[in-house]
């Protein structure tokens, strides 16, 4: 059984900082593509950052050059730090990793980690 546990967020003032983590347990043979998503009420959820196993990254037009996206494989963890928040990224933020075990990949998901930009 893969888990995804999530952690990091939490309240905090405009132009603010937090550092999200995601880290996976379970029986895993590689872990691939690793991503950050978000969801306010109402909304689809949305695609934040994504970072390949090759450690690529992509961002969502509305995060760039305030996040980042990380990953560490050894700990199989994933990280999102986020600068310069702003009321806008109040979200519901997401993990989602496609992960290998034994020979099936499959895409799992954290349970959610509340952030809210607030002053």
């Known amino acids: 059984q893969v888990q995804l546990v999530e952690s990091g967020g939490g309240l905090v003032q405009p132009v603010g900082s937090l550092r999200l983590s995601c880290a996976a347990s379970?029986?895993?043979?590689?872990?691939?593509?690793m991503y950050w998503y978000r969801q306010t009420p109402g909304e689809q959820r949305e695609l934040v950052a994504l970072?390949?196993?090759?450690?690529?990254?992509t961002y969502a037009d509305s995060v760039k050059g305030r996040f980042t996206i990380s990953r560490d494989n050894d700990k199989k963890t994933l990280y999102l730090q986020m600068n310069s928040l702003t009321p806008e990224d109040t979200a519901v933020y997401y993990c989602?990793?496609?992960?290998?075990?034994?020979?099936?990949?499959?895409?799992?998901w954290g349970q959610g980690t509340q952030v809210t930009v607030s002053s």
């Open positions: 989602r990793m496609s992960i290998r075990t034994s020979d099936v990949v499959d895409a799992y």
């Open positions: 379970g029986r895993i043979f590689s872990i691939y593509a």
């Open positions: 970072i390949t196993s090759g450690n690529s990254t």
